[in-house]
């Protein structure tokens, strides 16, 4: 049963990502999304490798797709889905745009993130570098998730409650962090849930010293911050 839809903004919602994804040209000009298609084909001609930028397109319906500056940084998260890649609230077949309503969710959910991936791989000792992504964010969102919805590693239920909620019309799901329970995260299914320009905020250095992300920097800055 899909929990009640209510009408959720935030002003300011906060993202981490790896700095690694340069902007897509397609997503940042003026071209009318309905004729991205078109335009993809035709560069693939000549250009093969635009085909992994941009990503699947289908998995955006063009009502719902967002063009301008700093689009890229939005529509970067569901086109590049994959199930190699799931999520609380994606089994990896669509992408979820996943955001906080302040900086220190977004930190302690993509530290955990970072974590995880760096054991399941086994890296030795080492850093990588993160971005912030600050816009607002609305939606019809569903809330009052089950405590299911909310275990700690096991997102069968998330994955069950975002795809009703997703099929039904919905645009995501607000919730608390999991990491960070004083804070809410919010999980958006749609591009256009998000505000234009993202504004490219601070960026850091996560440091891993082989068992934990134990501390980060902010660039810019001299002194490292120990993490909790």
């Known amino acids: 049963m899909i929990p009640p839809l209510r009408s959720v903004r935030w002003a300011k919602s906060h993202r981490i990502i790896r700095t690694i994804y340069p902007p897509v040209d397609l997503f940042e000009d003026i071209a009318d999304p309905a004729d991205w298609e078109l335009l993809v084909a035709a560069e693939a001609k000549t250009n093969p490798r635009i085909l992994d930028a941009v990503g699947n397109l289908g998995l955006v319906p063009v009502d719902r797709r967002v063009s301008g ?6 529509m970067g998260a569901f086109t590049h889905a994959s199930r190699d890649r799931p999520g609380r609230f994606s089994d990896g077949s669509y992408g979820v745009w996943y955001c906080g309503d302040r900086f220190e969710v977004a930190l ?31 939606g019809q969102v569903a ?16 994955q069950a409650l975002g795809r009703a909620v997703r099929n039904s019309g919905g645009d995501g799901v607000v919730y608390p962090s999991v990491r960070l329970p004083s804070g809410l995260a919010l999980a958006l299914f749609w591009p256009d849930c998000l505000e234009l320009p993202v504004a490219q905020a601070r960026q850091f250095r996560y440091a891993w010293d082989g068992h934990r992300m134990h501390r980060y920097l902010v660039h810019g800055s001299r002194a490292w911050t120990p993490f909790p």
Do not use: I, K, N
Not at 69 to 74: K, R
Not at 115 to 133: C, I, K, N, V
Not at 143 to 158: F, H, K, Q, T
């Open 69 to 74: 500056p700093t689009a890229s940084l939005v």
């Open 108 to 138: 302690a959910e993509t530290a955990h993130h970072f974590q995880r991936f760096m054991l399941a791989t086994a890296e030795p000792p080492g850093e990588a570098d993160y971005r912030e992504l600050v816009c607002a964010a609305h």
């Open 143 to 158: 809330d009052r998730v089950a405590p299911d919805v909310l275990a700690p590693d096991d997102w069968s239920a998330g």
